[in-house]
């Protein structure tokens, strides 16, 4: 008798339901979904599910909706290619497969009694949201929490309302800014690493903690900017994206010199991985 | 209320402030206090750079405009920041408008006379260089990244 093939759990999608697909910018979507077996779902602040789109492929996106909300997952994708515009196109009720969480989270729970500085850049913003809602949740235990967010322009700021919440809510300062303004902006114009300085005031920065992610080069820039304003290297996180297919660290597609992304990413600390960012040969 | 001479504000000042005491007390030799209201133009492009702004307080957009557009803001700056550099080199003149988003009070250096004084003072010169330069610096290098277009996509 031939044995069935044991394929490993990690490897074997389960299947969700879109409840909500929410559009967010004219190319970015997120969608609101619920595992059809009826579990708990899962996942960390900055981890990633491998989200199928039937029939078209999988793509690793990143965990964008609150930890502490077992029900529902929530992924914002913005439609770049074949599957990640499938993706978008859900509709209400449809399916896809999803596997994970995979990765390392933000060390949101490490930073008690630390100033915690979040910087995201773009669409870097969704996968810093988890950690921001639970930074939120231990407010009290944190010292001090502030997020600077850079976007191109004022109509590509990721969810501007919640923002906005936010920073009527007065538990955390928000610094935003763009780097094109259009008319009728009345806010600051320039890339993020402008606004750190602002974003550090009153903190001693030896006791500052930072998550960053956004684009390759300016996570770059805004950690060396952190650490020319004498935040520690050690005390610096940064989310990476690579191409990710099997997500468990086998393939090889997301290395990244010693390190897999999907393995021992997406989030990783600054000090162990900064360098490699200046060689552009990886 | 107590209020602070010039000498003691441009001493608190995140660059100038590196100034010993007599240095300061030079610099605040030259400037005065000026106030902005919200909208109004602190400098307009092509006029005299005869003033050196040292932000205190306030927003200020740093704007570019042309005929058969609207004004485009390129840049924030903000309170600690310096506004301008066309006051340094000839025919000094102002190479942007600046309108003041927000009230906006700042200690502003008369160019001439700081320009005497780094003529006649070589070493306040070369100190005041070594200072501003980094903030300068620092302008240049988030400008060049902005120019970069970081975040790719954009629909405007």
């Known amino acids: 008798m031939i044995e069935p093939i044991r394929i490993p759990s ?11 697909n929410c559009p967010e910018l004219s190319d970015v979507s997120t969608l609101s979904i619920l595992p059809l077996d009826g579990t708990q779902t899962s996942g960390k602040p900055g981890q990633f599910n491998m989200l199928y789109a039937f029939g078209v492929g999988e793509i690793a996106i990143s965990i964008s909706g609150n930890p502490a909300d077992t029900d529902t997952l929530l992924h914002t994708i913005r439609n770049v290619g074949a599957v990640s515009g499938a993706l ?21 729970e490490a930073q008690a009694g630390r100033d915690l500085v979040i910087i995201a850049g773009g669409l870097g913003l969704a996968p810093l949201r988890p950690a921001i809602l639970q930074a939120l949740s231990m407010r009290s235990a944190l010292r001090s929490l502030s997020l600077v967010v850079g976007a191109r322009s004022p109509s590509q700021i990721l969810y501007p309302a919640q923002l906005a919440d936010w920073a009527g809510s007065g538990a955390l300062r928000i610094s935003l800014t763009v780097d094109r303004a259009t008319p009728g902006w009345t806010g600051m114009v320039g890339v993020v690493t402008t606004r750190l300085e602002r974003a550090l005031e009153g903190c001693d920065p030896a006791n500052v903690s930072a998550f960053v992610c956004g684009p390759e080069v300016m996570m770059r820039h805004s950690c060396q900017a952190l650490e020319d304003l004498g935040v520690p290297a050690a005390c610096q996180w940064i989310s990476m994206e690579r191409n990710m297919k099997c997500a468990v660290g086998s393939c090889g597609h997301c290395q990244f010199g010693p390190d897999f992304v999907c393995r021992d990413g997406p989030v990783f600390r600054w000090d162990r991985i900064g360098a490699r960012l200046r060689i552009r040969e990886i | 209320m107590k209020t602070q001479s010039i000498a003691e504000i441009l001493s608190e000042h995140s660059i100038l402030g590196r100034f010993d005491a007599d240095s300061i007390e030079l610099l605040a030799g030259c400037a005065r206090n000026l106030h902005f209201g919200a909208g109004e133009m602190i400098q307009r492009e092509g006029d005299p750079a005869a003033l050196v702004h040292v932000l205190r307080t306030g927003d200020v957009a740093i704007e570019i405009s042309a005929a058969h557009i609207a004004p485009t803001v390129v840049e924030t700056v903000h309170g600690g920041d310096i506004l301008g550099w066309g006051w340094l080199i000839p025919p000094y003149r102002t190479m942007f408008d600046a309108r003041a988003m927000t009230e906006v009070s700042c200690v502003a250096l008369d160019a001439a006379c700081l320009r005497g004084k780094c003529d006649e003072d070589p070493q306040l010169g070369y100190q005041l260089f070594k200072y501003w ?14 120019v970069a277009d970081l975040y790719g996509r954009d629909d405007d």
């Open chain 1, 10 to 20: 990690a490897l074997l999608p389960r299947r969700f339901r879109v409840v909500v």
């Open chain 1, 88 to 108: 978008c196109g859900l509709r209400e009720g449809a399916m896809l497969g999803l596997r994970g969480p995979f990765g390392t989270p933000w060390p949101v």
């Open chain 2, 133 to 146: 330069l980094p903030h300068l610096a620092a302008r240049f290098r988030a400008q060049r990244l902005q």
